[in-house]
């Protein structure tokens, strides 16, 4: 174990107290705990680069500590809310909280079966975007004013957005990614954009109108946006290399190298 590993544990442990405090009935911490576990998350990468650490053990680790805090958390917190707060049935709430453990774990096992990787791009939904969007989505206005737009029983919206951005996880659809990219035109725009949207959200939202859970809609807004739009912003050259990359991958029983 090194420094990065122990700092991968951190996440796990806020993945784990997540499940604790849902199951203890705070499930507002298990929703920060969430976040938490995101920073522990990138700290460990950051660690392992300033100290020189890196090998299989670390990425293996780092892998299953993802699954509990992205996947399993995420399932206790759909779980929670579509129960206690939209009021569905039992067998409904059981069938949207599975998805997203369903959706992660065989991820995980198809990419420990054939590694797929294109610079640039996260292949699938980055599970860290997955679990901000549920707990975005989950705290937003968007899910407390549901149950008045849908007559208090059926939350449509907010179940469909679980299951889409569940299968989103699962597809091969490219999803712009941090590493190995040069922030140029809208992609650097989209950037600054998220970094300065979030305080401006926090602190206007507390400020002006005493609900600093705005934020929460700021950061859902951003992610759909991100999701649907992210993209149509890249060069069709580019999007083409990635789709024979994708081909490639599909078609051989190992590994092609990227081009």
Not at 54 to 60: I, L, P, R, V
Not at 145 to 158: E, Q
Not at 222 to 250: G, M, T
Request: glycine share 8%; proline share 4%.
């Amino acid at each position: 174990m090194k420094l990065k590993d122990w700092v991968t544990l951190l996440n796990l442990l806020s993945g784990a107290c997540s499940i604790i405090s849902v199951l203890e009935g705070r499930f507002d911490i298990g929703c920060y705990l969430i976040i938490l576990g995101f920073f522990f998350d990138a700290a460990d990468g950051l660690v392992a680069r300033l100290t020189k650490q890196f090998n299989k053990f670390g990425s293996e680790l780092d892998n299953l500590c993802d699954l509990v805090t992205y996947g399993l958390a995420p399932c206790f917190l759909v779980y929670h809310a579509f129960r206690n707060v939209a009021q569905y049935p039992l067998w409904a709430c059981i069938g949207i909280a599975f998805l997203p453990i369903a959706a992660g774990t065989v991820r995980a096992a198809r990419y420990n079966v054939r590694r797929a990787e294109f610079p640039g791009f996260f292949i699938g939904m980055p599970r860290t975007a997955f679990a901000l969007f549920i707990v975005a989505l989950l705290q937003s206005h968007l899910f407390a004013a549901a149950g008045d737009f849908l007559s208090g029983y059926l939350y449509l919206v907010p179940a469909a957005l679980v299951v889409w951005a569940s299968w989103g996880l699962l597809s091969l659809r490219p999803f712009v990614g941090h590493h190995n990219r040069k922030w140029t035109g809208w992609i650097r725009f989209g950037i600054w954009w998220f970094l300065l949207s979030m305080p401006i959200a926090f602190f206007g939202g507390w400020l002006l109108f005493d609900a600093p859970e705005l934020v929460f809609d700021a950061v859902l807004f951003d992610l759909i946006i991100y999701f649907a739009l992210s993209n149509l912003v890249l060069p069709r050259q580019l999007l083409a290399d990635y789709a024979a990359y994708i081909r490639e991958w599909k078609a051989m029983g190992e590994t092609p190298s990227a081009k």
